[in-house]
């Protein structure tokens, strides 16, 4: 079991979850681009049960590409993105993988929304590519 321990920059927010990701992704959507300011956002997918949170966090409730629910948890005070919640996949939560105090251990294994890729960024790695969300 992997143990997962993070926060924001001004250390107001921190977390902890005690599980295996389901999988870890890089995603180039146009609103994941916005709230990292940066080409894309790397995400740890986990069970939402798992993850516990010690400090406040807004939340900014948007939609995804599916026109359904995405909420986008940060820190008030810092506004470090900490987690996502997609209403299609309702069972887990995306960490930020930035936010981790420990990012050795991160390989992400797709890049999801290459249709959104900014044209200069080119990725290594076998991940698996799809234009939008694969489910």
């Known amino acids: 079991m992997r143990q997962m321990i993070g926060g924001c920059l001004c ?4 977390y902890q979850a005690d599980v295996e ?3 870890t992704s890089v995603c180039h959507c146009k609103n994941c681009q916005k709230q990292v300011g940066a080409a894309f956002s790397v995400l740890v997918a986990i069970p939402k049960s798992s993850l ?6 807004k939340t900014f ?8 629910a995405v909420d986008r948890h940060f820190c008030p005070d810092c506004g470090s993105p900490i987690a996502m919640h997609v209403a299609v996949l ?3 939560t995306f960490v930020n993988a930035g936010t981790l105090d420990d990012t050795s251990w991160i390989s992400p294994t797709a890049e999801i929304f290459c ?3 900014q044209p200069w960024v080119q990725l290594s790695g076998d991940m698996k590519r799809f234009s939008k969300m694969p489910f």
């Open 90 to 92: 309702s069972e887990l």
């Open 115 to 117: 249709d959104s890729a």
């Open 11 to 14: 250390g107001q927010v921190r």
């Open 61 to 68: 409730h948007g939609k995804g590409d599916s026109s359904q």
């Open 21 to 23: 990701p389901a999988f």
């Open 52 to 57: 516990s949170v010690q400090g406040a966090l």
